[in-house]
């Protein structure tokens, strides 16, 4: 057993094994020094505290990384599934995934943040034209951060890049103004204003016979005319010049200022109960986003940038500049961001424990919306909400239905039935959609009454894990898990096929009896991200053929 940490001041030890010593002075070696400890996440490590009492910072038991809880304050930790940093209290802990880098995790985040936008702007008009929300939500703080790291740190162009584009070049506007001056301070008249200096005669001043405006043109002309020595005291001039105080950088000014209060209110919620964040990342995320945009705002630029009296949502160089249609673009995801109705819950576990099954289901789904994207042609969206108010966790959905019939469900609910007593009689409970209990598989396809179900696994929490051996790595698929896709063919009415899809290599269709396709039975394919999250492309081409099969014959 190997000792890898020890605080003398939280007077806690983290080790690969329970065998700890009894005196506490044999580990003043391995004080700890600030950094980081770097732990493996299919290892099981034991913590021990040798104060009288366990800190109020530790998580209490089933907490995410919390397994089990021995006699003297000895505990079993793991990290099963996450990767990256995080915190044992003010313990910063990276850990390291052989299954997943944390490259990878944030590349999935950026791909799933980047969807995520795509659908929610793909059922509005075009962009801008409608920039609020439909009906009341409540903001989501994980999602808003994730869209305004991903916009403003991780896009190209990010912050930066935008305040460069937007202070080299503004929009600007032609402005007039009309206003009196007096003769020897007018440049240009123009013929229109001669009417206008002729029609004041409050406006002439008496000139000596002598004086040298008498013998210009204007004097003469004006001489003939009413046989005085009379001149234009003051004249209307009109005055033309750019000015950066358009309703466009009215708008920005606004929007950035609006951002950085919300950094402040998001930095209060996303931290814990202890005051601080359980993943460092977001601190520091958070920390650049406040000082790119002090440093925007900081520029002389926006001191001749008026108050916003409204938002010109219409305005073609908020559509279409760039710069500007970043940031509008973002203002706008912003304000639609509850409307997919995704679940706060999942994006809370994605950002700070790095929870990497949840992060696999939502990007297999939007990779097999990919897929259906390029066979038909989308029609519509509409979330499916359950309304049970004994539901510990809200059950949320989502529709999307395209062109020929076929429609994509998340998280799609199968209502199950009551079932009766054996003594009772069976005409008297009429099946539900799924005839045993409540079954929820993760993406579901439909065309007419015909189902395909693909299930994500990654495994979690203690139940094993895929092909995982003492390296950590995924290799093939359980069996277990083709048993429940069985479950789902069996128990939900109209399912022709029903398929796992996993981080793994070895693909396998097990095709049901009388099948007449190869999409009817069950089975495993393999789908995993590259270093830049989309999908391998030999995995992609099985399930794109399984679903092209389904949709054109079903």
Known sequence: MAIILYSSELRMA??????????????????????????????????KFYGETIPTFFPQSRSY??????????????????????????????VVSKKITDTVYAAMLNYIAGKYANLVFSFETSLGQQYSKEKPGKDIAYVEYLFL???????????????????ANPHRRLFREYRHNTIDQVTHIPPAMLVNLFSSPDRFAILKPDHPLVSTACGRAIFNRTGRCLFPSEAMEERKHHTVDTNENRFL?????????????????????????????????????????????????????????????GSQVLQRRDGYRQLFRLYSLLQLATHCHFNNDDFQNLLETKDTPTLFEYWSFFVVKDVLDKINKIRSCRTVVSTDPLEQKIIQGICIEYEGGISLWFNRTFPGSPGFMPFENPGNTVPNESYSHNLRPDIIISRGNNILIFDAKFKGQRGGFYGEGEEGTIGTWKDEDIDKMHTYREA????????????????????????????QGVGALPLKPDNSAHPARRHLEDIERIIREFTKES
Do not use: C
């Open 14 to 47: 983290i080790a690969d094994g329970p065998m700890f010593p009894s005196d506490e002075s044999s580990l003043s070696s391995m004080e700890h020094n600030g950094m980081p400890v770097i732990l493996q996440e299919w290892v099981t490590y034991f913590i």
């Open 65 to 94: 990384y919390n397994q089990r809880e021995f006699p003297d304050r000895l505990f079993e930790v793991g990290f099963r599934n996450a990767v990256g940093m995080t915190r044992i209290g003010p313990i910063p802990i990276n």
């Open 149 to 167: 790291k991903k916009y403003l740190l991780d896009g190209s162009p990010n912050l930066e890049g935008i305040s460069a584009l937007i202070l």
């Open 253 to 313: 000014k606004h929007f950035l200022q609006l951002v950085q209060r919300r950094l402040q209110g998001l930095a209060k919620a996303l931290k814990g109960k202890s005051g601080g964040y359980l993943n460092p990342d977001i601190e520091a995320s958070l920390k650049k986003m406040d000082r790119g945009l002090m440093l925007f705002l900081s520029d002389p630029f926006w001191s001749d940038v008026g108050t916003m009296r409204f938002i010109p949502a």
């Open 492 to 519: 939900i009415r109209n399912v022709s096929g029903a398929y796992i899809l996993y981080p793994g290599e070895a693909a396998k269709v097990y095709p049901a009896h009388n099948a007449a396709g190869r999409y």
